[in-house]
């Protein structure tokens, strides 16, 4: 084979690897999108941008690293899909359907998310910064090094959850069920987790500095090694909690909360006996 072939085969390969590469966008009008989008089962790599998807159900969607931004796709359902280092943000996605699905290394910044179910999703390091997830269902799903920077998260349910590492100041956690959620290492300065409910959560290592709970109960959770600085505890119900090693906790800022003989405080704290 002359050199001159071979020249003129890896340009061939190459143009071939380019447009398989490129991401494909669509002429036809939104129906046809949606049903071009059922037939093969996802569109990865597309450019699906300001498109109207609302309602539309396909299994198993492959959507890898496709352009979703400000696309609308309400209460679509989307199970087991595959959205790893999609573009998201500004999304439409009122209760979609997006259990079991792969949103690793993607981009929600700023998407509404609302009553949205994510029961088993994997959302490892996704910005979620500003995102609404309101009413959201997210048990046992994974956000550990995500960033939840002003996400809120109003009566969702995140039974069993994973935190871990994730940077979450300023997100609001107000009458959320975080039972047995792990928060292990994460940063939460100036979140709001006033009525959470995390019976037997784990905070270790969290960094809670200007945190609120207000009427919050962590009865048997994990705090050891917190960082309380400037938290405000006020009614909060702390039966079987371990605070071994917290710190920065201000007395002045303990306000009728409550433990039992079972909870483990640092040195130099007392609380009132639950009688709530």
Do not use: H
């Not at 609302?54 to 890898?64: A, K, L, S």
């Amino acid at each position: 084979m002359s050199d001159r072939f071979k020249q003129f085969l890896a340009v061939c390969f190459s143009a071939v690897a380019f447009w398989s590469l490129s991401p494909a966008a669509f002429a036809g009008n939104d129906e046809e999108m949606m049903a071009e989008i059922k037939e093969n089962g996802g569109c990865p790599r597309c450019d699906l941008r300001l498109g109207e998807l609302r309602f539309m159900t396909v299994e198993n969607p492959n959507f890898n690293r496709a352009n979703l931004r400000e696309t609308d796709l309400k209460e679509a359902v989307l199970p087991g899909g595959d959205f790893q280092n999609a573009d998201l943000r500004r999304a439409e996605a009122e209760r979609v359907d997006f259990t079991g699905g792969n949103f690793s290394g993607a981009n929600m910044r700023s998407a509404d998310l609302e009553k949205a179910n994510f029961t088993d999703a994997n959302l490892k390091g996704v910005d979620l910064r500003d995102a609404d997830l309101n009413g959201s269902i997210a048990n046992n799903a994974v956000f550990d090094d995500s960033d939840l920077r002003n996400a809120a998260f109003i009566r969702s349910v995140a039974v069993g959850a994973s935190f871990k590492g994730a940077k979450m100041d300023g997100v609001n956690l107000e009458r959320v069920d975080l039972t047995g959620a792990n928060f292990e290492n994460a940063r939460i300065r100036q979140g709001k987790l006033d009525r959470i409910k995390a019976e037997g959560a784990n905070f270790a290592g969290a960094d809670f500095s200007g945190v609120r709970l207000v009427s919050a109960d962590l009865t048997n959770a994990n705090l050891t090694k917190v960082d309380f600085d400037g938290a405000l505890l006020r009614r909060t119900r702390l039966v079987g909690a371990d605070l071994t090693g917290a710190y920065n906790l201000d007395p002045n800022r303990i306000l009728d909360a409550c433990g039992d003989e079972n909870t483990k405080l640092p040195r130099g704290i007392e609380l009132i006996e639950c009688t709530y």
